[in-house]
């Protein structure tokens, strides 16, 4: 079963920090790539960053430098570590498995509820 729960977003003002947090369930997060994702209102979805089950990452241009994604194995939780937000990181940010295929695609169909990132002043 596909259990996803995204929490951690909120209102920041530019150039803060957000951590998000998903937990997934064991059969989701196990030996599975893990992957960040968003959706801004108006536009499609898309990948901000994976990270392999054996650590190495991969992430959007427009977030290198600025975000950090990292999982916690025993746990079955993938974070993503957000400095210096900038008002066009604002959307609702999901998780999901990761599976590459030249480029990174959702696994599942079934997403979380997200949670909503809003950066402005």
């Known amino acids: 079963q596909v259990q996803l729960v995204e929490s951690g977003g909120g209102l920041v003002q530019p150039g803060g920090s957000l951590r998000l947090s998903c937990a997934a369930s064991?059969?989701?997060?196990?030996?599975?790539?893990m992957g960040w994702y968003r959706q801004a209102p108006g536009k499609e979805r898309e990948l901000v960053a994976a990270?392999?089950?054996?650590?190495?990452?991969n992430y959007a241009d427009s977030v290198k430098g600025r975000f950090t994604i990292s999982r916690d194995n025993p746990k079955n939780t993938v974070y993503l570590q957000m400095n210096s937000l900038k008002p066009e990181d604002t959307a609702v940010y999901y998780c999901?498995?990761?599976?590459?295929?030249?480029?990174?695609?959702?696994?599942?169909?079934?997403w979380g509820q997200g949670t909503q990132v809003t950066v402005s002043s």
């Open positions: 999901n498995a990761a599976v590459l295929h030249g480029s990174w695609y959702p696994k599942y169909d079934s």
């Open positions: 064991r059969s989701v997060f196990s030996l599975n790539a």
């Open positions: 990270i392999s089950s054996g650590g190495s990452t």
